[in-house]
């Protein structure tokens, strides 16, 4: 018998009553997780995650020797909020809140701007309006230079080209990690200066 409060069976539960939000077929696996958190650890500044979901990138990140109290999340699903708070350590900040509202929310608590925005929320299956949004968030909030990581199932980047124009982003193709449900690719994007 499962174990009902397992990342697994959360994720389930929440495909069930939201697919279309959930927009994945399983939660990320292990292996997507660590190729996302690669090259973070102890000396890392601040790092803040859009759409967490059940945690696993989370986990991984806190794994690779980053501090929890440098680490906030913003994830707008209330009970996948609910399983953050209750599996992750204590210092771990978690807003319930959508991505587009982090740079009011963090206002004033990140000096020099984060190191990193790590986001799992499914860009592709979002109106344009709403990702640019997203995207435009997470700009905000990083340091210059700082990257955006993100994943996508898809066979190209999921930003589109005039976006990735608009926005003046370099765009670099990271590890194609096949041990995930389905496959995906990383991507990481930063704002040219």
Same mark, same amino acid.
């Given at each position: 018998?499962?174990?009902?409060?397992?990342?697994?069976?959360?994720?389930?539960?929440?495909?069930? /009553?939201?697919?279309?939000?959930?927009?994945?077929?399983?939660?990320?696996?292990?292996?997507?997780?660590?190729?996302?958190?690669? +090259?973070?650890?102890?000396?890392?500044?601040?790092? !803040?995650?859009?759409?967490? +979901? #059940?945690?696993?990138? #989370?986990?991984?990140?806190?794994?690779?020797?980053?501090?929890?109290?440098?680490?906030?999340?913003?994830?707008?699903?209330?009970? &996948?909020?609910?399983?953050?708070?209750? #599996?992750?350590?204590?210092? !771990? #900040?978690?807003?319930?809140?959508?991505? /587009?509202?982090?740079?009011?929310?963090?206002?004033?608590? $990140?000096? !020099? +701007?984060? *190191?990193?925005? %790590?986001?799992?929320?499914?860009?592709?299956?979002?109106?344009?309006?709403?990702?640019?949004? %997203?995207?435009?968030? *997470? &700009?905000?909030?990083?340091?210059?230079?700082?990257?955006?990581?993100?994943?996508?199932?898809?066979?190209?980047?999921?930003?589109?080209?005039?976006? %990735?124009?608009?926005?003046?982003?370099?765009?670099?193709?990271?590890?194609?990690?096949?041990?995930?449900?389905?496959?995906?690719? %990383?991507?990481?994007?930063?704002? /040219? $200066?």
């Amino acid at each position: 018998m499962s174990d009902p409060n397992s990342d697994f069976s959360v994720f389930r539960r929440r495909l069930l /009553q939201n697919p279309r939000q959930m927009s994945a077929v399983a939660p990320s696996s292990r292996h997507l997780a660590s190729a996302m958190a690669a +090259g973070f650890g102890p000396d890392t500044g601040p790092v !803040v995650e859009f759409g967490p +979901g #059940t945690g696993s990138i #989370t986990r991984a990140l806190l794994k690779c020797g980053l501090p929890p109290e440098r680490l906030t999340l913003f994830e707008l699903d209330g009970a &996948l909020a609910d399983h953050l708070a209750k #599996t992750l350590p204590g210092a !771990v #900040t978690i807003h319930r809140a959508p991505a /587009q509202d982090a740079v009011a929310l963090m206002q004033g608590r $990140l000096p !020099v +701007g984060a *190191a990193a925005v %790590i986001s799992g929320l499914p860009l592709l299956s979002m109106p344009n309006a709403v990702r640019r949004d %997203i995207v435009i968030a *997470a &700009l905000a909030l990083l340091a210059p230079g700082a990257p955006l990581v993100q994943f996508t199932y898809g066979p190209r980047p999921p930003l589109p080209e005039d976006l %990735i124009a608009a926005l003046n982003l370099t765009v670099e193709k990271g590890d194609r990690v096949l041990r995930n449900l389905p496959p995906a690719r %990383i991507y990481r994007f930063r704002q /040219q $200066l």
